[in-house]
């Protein structure tokens, strides 16, 4: 089978519900091209087996690349009932002095493994994702001054890795940012520790996905966030570069169950100042009382637009969003255009459902993540989320009170 086939059964199987009922109901909606982790994915489809690759960042500084092994001893795991401790698994990504040596890997070579496996891949090299290319440099060494450079929390969507959301977290550090991925344990297809321990997907395997779970997601997901910020930005940080950190400057943003998770966060910690769900539903409600941070929306016309029933979840947090807020949406795009995969399963030759090219969502995520962040973070006036753009006419800036977007 080729790899395409396992990209395409990344690409259409949903990171979180990308269309359910409403909150509180069983997250399945068989009909969508969006499915949740309940329904079925579609039949694999065979496609060319090319080398796959990111598009190069677009900002001017080269970048840098570490991972980190951080152990709470302060809760135990959510997922597993003996645990005394949680531990996870962040990728940073950073402005570095220089490009030298080789491309980082996409990911290790049995977490391509295990990716593969778990897409029910056959016939193919077990280390292929790990041979995609990338652009940036392993533990190079950090570009900034002290307390200079903002951070940026990035969580993906369920069942997938801190990888899939490589292409923009590359950009987003050579645009001056550090970017902190969390590979939330349990609830991705496999985390892999140093010296190899694998921990299996245990939350895919809990039943019903309803709102008690989704709640609990959620509430793990805040408490990663604030546990590696503490580790990032505290007294004794667990990261050589992190004295060039501003904890003043951070803000979060998060693909499907990540993006959802992004209101338990930043409601739960006060140091994020800003963030952003990447169509995600809305599956943390914003309590009635509001949430007074910069958030935006950003998602797929075809299952985001307000006033329809798959976008209830956002029209709901909307009323509560009492700040800044913007509901954006990109035609042509799937829920996967926002992520890696849609990229390169299309490198693939694979119809993932979109019709916007994937190299062009990944620019259009790119240039309006970091928008987003320039404005919150850094205070520089961004009319690109204000209205409609010649430059990206497919993202059109929705008024939801009248149910319209253009």
Known sequence: MAIAAGLLVMAITSCAPASAPAIGSAAVDGSSRNPSPDAPAEPPKTARDVALSLP??????????????????????????????????????YPARKAAGQAAPYMSAKESELTLKDAGITGVPADLLARTRTHAFSDAPVAGEARTLPLVVLSPGFEKTRSSLTGLAEDLASRGYVVAAISHTHENSATVFPGGRVVPCTACQVQPH?????????ATRADDVSFVLDQLTGP???????????????????????????????????????????????????????????????????????????????????????????WLVVAGAEHASFTDISLLG???????????????????????????????????????????????????????????CT
């Not at 809760?75 to 990504?93: E, F, K």
């Not at 309803?210 to 959620?218: C, E, R």
Request: aromatic fraction near 6%; glycine fraction near 10%; proline fraction near 7%.
């Open 236 to 326: 004794t940080p667990k990261w050589k570069g992190a004295r060039l950190t501003d904890p003043d400057k951070v803000a979060m943003a998060g693909h499907s169950a990540g993006g959802a998770g992004s209101v338990a966060a930043l409601l739960k910690d006060f140091r994020i100042k800003a963030g952003m769900n990447m169509d995600g539903l809305a599956i943390v409600p914003v309590p009635a009382s509001g949430l007074s941070k910069p958030f935006l929306l950003l998602g797929a016309q075809t299952t985001r637009t307000p006033g329809s029933q798959e976008a209830a979840s956002w029209g709901a947090a909307w009323q509560h969003l009492t700040g800044w807020k913007r």
């Open 210 to 218: 309803d709102q008690t779970f989704w709640d609990k997601v959620g």
């Open 56 to 93: 190069a960042p677009t900002g001017s500084q080269p970048v840098g690349t570490t991972s980190l092994h951080l152990t709470d001893t302060s809760r135990p795991d959510p997922w597993d009932a003996g645990s005394t401790s949680r531990q996870l698994m962040v990728s940073l990504w």
């Open 346 to 404: 299309e490198q693939a030759a694979l119809d993932t459902g979109a019709t916007l090219p994937a190299a062009r969502s990944m620019e259009i995520t790119r240039a309006y993540v970091a928008a987003f962040l320039d404005l919150h973070l850094r205070g520089t006036s961004q009319p690109l989320l204000d209205r409609a753009s010649a430059r990206y006419p497919e993202v059109k800036v929705c008024a939801v009170e009248q149910k319209s």
